[in-house]
């Protein structure tokens, strides 16, 4: 395309330097009837290869256009996502609650810190998650909240979001999971192939946050239990549930604010991730991942995005889940691309942040800066930092399977 491209513009330059205005119609000098002649026939050439170079600009002016249309078309999601800021306005502003913690505060003291009161017993925990294939954060999850939770809720499909048959990776690989087994509530949900129903993502994934409803009421869920509702990939740190549990005067929803990762810990993106929930459950309480309040309660976990162990993986999320639109061409889904932007900390898609002002698009564009921290992240990942070394500082090679 830019070869394309600089050869126009080269050829328009050429045409323009060849473009001299011809003069008018030679003057006839009567006295030498051959040199007028002759003075015609040269105002006849001139104006031929004036009728020609027209012709050709015409040629490159319809090139160019043409291309600046292909252009356009293949690179229309970064110019909508740069334009964002002129078509679109941002949601209404958080209402952050500060969150208070350190490691020898007592609870009594935490809780009236966020203007609640201490229960007299704690509340139980109910843990809900549509799960596809990211086995190492569930672990991760898992273990991080399970001194806290009552109920592990688990909902997978032999299909994709995108209609792709896929392996029940949980069911396969529930042993892993046996330090948790008299907590989990596991639910199947049949899926349709892409081959017998075109699929609409958004529409399949929604179905499952229906069935999810379900599987939630059959857990033994009472009013006035905690349900925290998030993605796999979205944890919540076991003080921030811990403080949920033990505490009177919370609102009835909340939402948790994460910090974004890309491919690791290695990778911090910001602060803007607030579609996790904690729900005092009553009757009326539905598993939705959109807004549903105002309130959020400030730095409550960790959204690592695209942490996968192998590049099958990468592949795997790539073609399946809503956004899948977004693979735009072949090359995306190539082992050695995605390795190379695990490594850089750049974008798979090659897609500009998605953001609200000029001033935050442009403070993001570009690779994500390293961070060589490896603090204040789940207590497991560090425990089994070797088994876990490809979420951690250094460790951005993945192996294909």
Known sequence: MRILLISASLLVVKFRSLF?????????????????????????????????????????????????????????QNITSFLRPLWDTPPPPFEYIPHYYAENASMDNLCRLHGW?????????FDAVLFSNELDLLELRWRELYPYVTKFILLESNTTFTGIPKPLTFALNRERFAFAEEKIVYGFLPGLLASEVPPDPFLIESQHRTVMNELIRQSEISDGDLLIVSDTD???????????????????????????????????????????????????????????????????????????????????????????????????????????????????????????????????MGSIPRSASAVHLPSYLIEKAEKFKFLLPGGCQRSPE
Request: proline fraction near 3%.
């Open 234 to 364: 979205e944890i919540p740190s076991s003080h921030t549930v811990k403080l949920l549990q033990r505490c009177d005067g919370l609102p009835s929803i909340l939402h948790l604010e994460m910090r974004n990762y890309i491919y690791s810990f290695e990778f911090p993106v910001d602060y803007n991730s607030w579609r996790a929930t904690a729900h005092i459950y009553s009757r009326w309480t539905r598993y939705r991942h959109s807004r549903q309040t105002d309130l959020i309660l400030s730095d409550a976990g960790w959204h690592c995005s695209f942490c996968f162990r192998h590049l099958s993986e990468f592949v795997t999320k790539m073609t399946a889940y809503s956004h899948a639109d977004r693979v735009k061409k072949k090359e995306y889904l190539d082992y050695s691309r995605i390795q190379q932007k695990i490594c850089r900390g750049d974008d798979l898609y090659d897609m500009l942040p998605e953001e609200y002002s000029f001033k935050d698009l442009i403070g993001k």
């Open 117 to 125: 009161s201490l229960s007299s017993e704690p509340r139980n925990v």
């Open 20 to 76: 001299i205005r011809s003069p008018r119609r030679c003057k006839i000098i009567r006295c030498k009837s051959c040199s007028s002649i002759i003075f015609l026939g040269m105002d006849s050439r001139r104006y031929a290869t004036r009728r020609w170079i027209s012709k050709y600009m015409f040629i490159v002016v319809l090139i160019l256009v043409t291309l600046s249309f292909i252009a356009i078309f293949d690179h229309t």
